[in-house]
């Protein structure tokens, strides 16, 4: 079988002046673009992983999402070697994802399961390979749980089953067998809300004083990769609590 290309696209060649490499995958969403803007501001070079380019990244790496988990891996491993040859990376971030509803007695739980698996685990365990190929020593690898996946998830069970299995591959990496390099620190950050305008757009009258700001969460994504002494212990998840516009980490 023929595999499906994924398209790689250089926007501007590394720069020796850059602070450091950081992957964003999902860099086209909501947090992802807000990760890459400010990686960015504090120059970094960055590559962006996903369905679109995003046209702030220095390199775009578009995912076909017709393609196979195994194609997909493949091709992303190659759009990663070509775009750095044999730099490596300070981060691999991974906030791509989803959200989609669902009770065992509704009809489309098994598709919105096999979505909800798609756009999380595939994602998370991609990252897993190109930080095994591409990162530094005592570098970082941020996955994306989701903090009610801690308990069930009764109205959204695939979702749920989802966000477990990223959160239970956050602290397999974390072991000392993972793959990974040395030192490499693997975090995981369990939100409840983020503040983004689709949320913002479909629940216009929620207290948005409780939902976590993008902004926060890349500046924690900068520190940890900068600073391997504020790095909480690798294999955390990392539960994000926001009340009255003010947000905590708490490790659960």
């Excluded at 995958?25 to 995003?54: C, E, H, M, P």
Aim: proline share 4%.
């Amino acid at each position: 079988m023929q595999l499906a290309v994924v398209s790689h696209i250089i926007c501007r060649h590394y720069s020796k002046m850059s602070a450091g490499r950081v992957l964003v995958y999902g860099g086209n969403g909501a947090l992802g673009a807000a990760v890459v803007d400010f990686f960015k501001a504090n120059q970094f070079w960055t590559i962006s992983v996903d369905l679109r380019k995003n046209e702030k990244a220095d390199a775009c790496i578009t995912v076909d999402p017709a393609t196979t988990w195994e194609q997909q891996e493949q091709s992303i491993l190659s759009g990663v070697k070509s775009t750095i040859g044999s730099e490596k990376l300070d981060a691999v971030l991974c906030v791509a994802g989803g959200w989609a509803g669902g009770n065992a007695s509704s009809a489309d739980m098994i598709k919105n399961a096999d979505l909800m698996w798609k756009q999380s685990v595939w994602s998370s365990a991609i990252s897993a390979r190109i930080a095994a190929e591409h990162l530094k020593e005592n570098g970082l690898i941020q996955l994306t749980g989701a903090a009610p996946a801690l308990d069930g998830t009764p109205g959204m069970i695939g979702y749920g089953m989802a966000k477990a299995a990223v959160q239970q591959l956050t602290r397999s990496l974390a072991g000392k067998a993972s793959g990974l390099p040395n030192g490499t620190c693997s975090l995981a950050i369990l939100p409840v809300t983020l503040d983004t305008p689709m949320n913002r757009k479909w629940m216009p009258k929620a207290d948005f004083s409780t939902w976590t700001p993008l902004e926060f969460i890349a500046e924690s994504f900068h520190k940890w990769t900068v600073s391997a002494a504020e790095r909480p212990e690798s294999g955390s998840l990392l539960k994000l609590e926001t009340i009255g516009g003010k947000t905590t980490i708490t490790k659960v």
